[in-house]
């Protein structure tokens, strides 16, 4: 009696230790669908926009500033915010671009990537795993923007140039409402994956 006990006991045991294991792997396989869907009702929010003042940049330095928006999600709705870098290019950066030759891994023009040369403006947010590149390489030709966590590597215009990154850094809209300022705009999930100024110029 105390034997079979034993057994049945162990067998539920065993049981419930290989419930508790599927469970896991099970929840594991799931959860890149949900968090996959978090992700896409995250991106549901109002328009947002933000002046950033340009003056106190200078040439060769960078800014991230953080863009606020309201996105709605399963759970209620809260505030996100996007990095965004603000680049003030010297003109010897832009003279460079245009001399050397380099590879790209998503090659794009050059004049798709800017409103004004001088100025570079996108979504500080490494399309490898989300870092932030905020170092810039000085002694690389041309002069790279470089992410921490991985070492990629991207042009004065956020186009990769090598490393682990898949492609380029994502544009976000903004507009010159004066010579020192600028209005970053975002109305739709769209905005904030742009990868030339022509998807959001004509807004």
Not at 112 to 120: G, S
């Amino acid at each position: 009696m105390d034997d079979d006990g034993s057994v049945t006991t162990r067998r539920n045991f065993l049981t419930g230790c290989c419930v508790a294991m599927g469970a896991v792997a099970v929840g594991a396989t799931a959860f890149p669908a949900i968090s996959a869907l978090r992700v896409a009702s995250d991106l549901v929010f109002g328009k947002t926009e933000q002046e950033v003042d340009l003056s106190a940049i200078q040439p060769g330095e960078m800014k991230v500033v953080g863009l606020s928006l309201k996105r709605v999600t399963l759970i209620g709705t809260d505030d996100l915010v996007v990095p965004v870098m603000v680049l003030h290019r010297k003109p010897e950066w832009v003279r460079q671009m245009e001399e050397v030759k380099y590879g790209l891994k998503e090659p794009v023009e050059a004049v798709e990537r800017y409103i004004n040369p001088e100025w570079f403006v996108a979504r500080a947010f490494c399309t490898h795993l989300g870092c932030t590149p905020n170092i810039i390489d000085e002694s690389a030709t041309p002069v790279n923007i470089v992410c921490p966590c991985h070492g990629g590597r991207f042009d004065t215009l956020g186009r990769v140039i090598s490393g682990p990154p898949p492609s380029n850094l994502f544009l976000l809209p903004y507009r010159f409402v004066s010579e020192n300022r600028i209005n970053l705009f975002v109305s739709s999930p769209k905005d904030i994956t742009a990868t030339k100024v022509s998807d959001f110029q004509k807004a």
